[in-house]
């Protein structure tokens, strides 16, 4: 036997832990931990501002807002104490159910749909908004007390609201996601079969082909948006009235340039998630020149802006019907027409992720495949 035959059986086939590695991946509950934690504490605050609604001390409309705006206040707090005390049960039981049976799996990922959908309708564009101004509104506060007052909103009950729904949502679903994992005999970190029989689509070359469309389509959708907010900013009527476009002066134009901005950066890095300068940092960036990009670092701020867009694209839509403002023309399409496409842009932005991460995730450190 050669020395390269010897080598050859001594190392472990592709896609099986290596040798000395436990057959079964260590878990870590940390998330599903910080999931339960969040919803108990989410059914606590319910059951206070429950209790509280009609005194002085609340303000009613914290959580009117999304397509539930119109419900009673009274009715849509009782509604969401029921909507935490469901999340906190799914989330006790995704952390520590035992079953391996088909049907209550299947019963948790339901429920689970049925709180996101319901996350949905709480939120509407207040986050999103809130993230595009933010980077305007930090520039313009050195110059402006009046721009310096208006960061009160990130502090303001309406936002943490929706805030602390998504982030309930996104905890609840990564939940979910692991159990579901550990009942296909999958490790629940990276999602790879212990088995070995990974579906073909999740190689990194498959995810690198459908990856590429999706990160297109997620940033054609800001570029669109935010071409016609800079154009406004400019004094363009880019699909917008003139009247109302040379109507906009001073803090006005905090709404087009900062959200124009987020949204064309937004559009650029999205780009990042299939060429090379997103794996590997540029060489005009020094000090990082030549390193590789922390997946986490696109991964994370990629996931919070999908997970932002779809409930803003759908109140959005919403309001459109509500208010007759859909009938599309030369004086309105550039306000309403690229909000119709947010939660595509929110499913292609999700998808891209995805294969980004499915291309990067390399040798998992809890199973050791890869």
Not at 57 to 70: F, K, M, S, Y
Not at 114 to 125: C, N, T
Not at 246 to 274: H, K, Q
């Amino acid at each position: 036997m050669t020395t390269h035959e010897a080598s050859q059986q001594s190392s472990p086939p592709t896609g099986r832990a290596p040798r000395g590695r436990p057959s079964r991946p260590r878990t870590s509950r940390r998330l599903e931990n910080l999931a339960v934690l969040w919803w108990v504490a989410g059914l606590v605050l319910a059951l206070v501002y429950r209790g509280a609604v009609g005194s002085a001390v609340v303000t009613p409309e914290a959580i009117n807002h999304g397509l539930l705006r119109d419900v009673p206040v009274a009715t849509l707090a009782t509604g969401v104490t029921v909507l935490a005390a469901v999340g906190a049960a799914l989330a006790a039981w995704l952390r520590w159910g035992r079953s391996t049976a088909n049907g209550p799996r299947r019963a948790a990922v339901g429920g689970t749909v049925a709180v996101l959908l319901a996350a949905v309708l709480l939120v509407d564009a207040t986050v999103l908004a809130g993230v595009g101004y933010l980077p305007a509104v930090l520039v313009m506060s050195l110059f402006s007390a009046e721009v310096r007052a208006s960061l009160d909103h990130y502090v303001a009950p309406d936002f943490l609201f929706q805030v602390v729904v998504l982030c309930g949502a996104v905890l609840l679903t990564v939940a979910a996601v692991r159990s579901t994992r550990r009942g296909l005999a999958a490790c629940d970190r990276c999602g790879r079969r212990h088995d070995g029989a990974d579906p073909a689509w999740t190689t990194p070359a498959a995810a690198a082909r459908w990856g590429r469309v999706a990160a297109l389509v997620a940033a054609a959708i800001p570029a669109f948006y935010g071409l016609t907010r800079i154009a406004w900013a400019l004094g363009i009527p880019l699909g917008f009235s003139r009247d109302s476009v040379e109507s906009m002066r001073g803090l006005d134009l905090i709404g087009p340039i900062g959200l124009g901005t987020f949204a064309l950066l937004g559009a650029v890095l999205t780009l990042g998630l299939y060429q090379r300068w997103g794996d590997v940092f540029p060489r005009w960036m020094l000090g990082l020149a030549g390193k590789r990009v922390p997946v986490g670092l696109a991964v994370v701020p990629a996931t919070l802006v999908a997970v932002a867009v779809l409930p803003a694209g759908v109140s959005m839509i919403a309001l459109g019907f509500s208010e007759g403002m859909l009938g599309l023309d030369a004086g309105t399409w550039g306000a309403v027409g690229p909000a119709l496409l947010w939660p595509l842009w929110s499913a292609a932005l999700g998808a891209a992720t995805y294969a980004y991460w499915l291309r990067r995730r390399g040798t998992c450190g809890a199973c050791g495949r890869g």
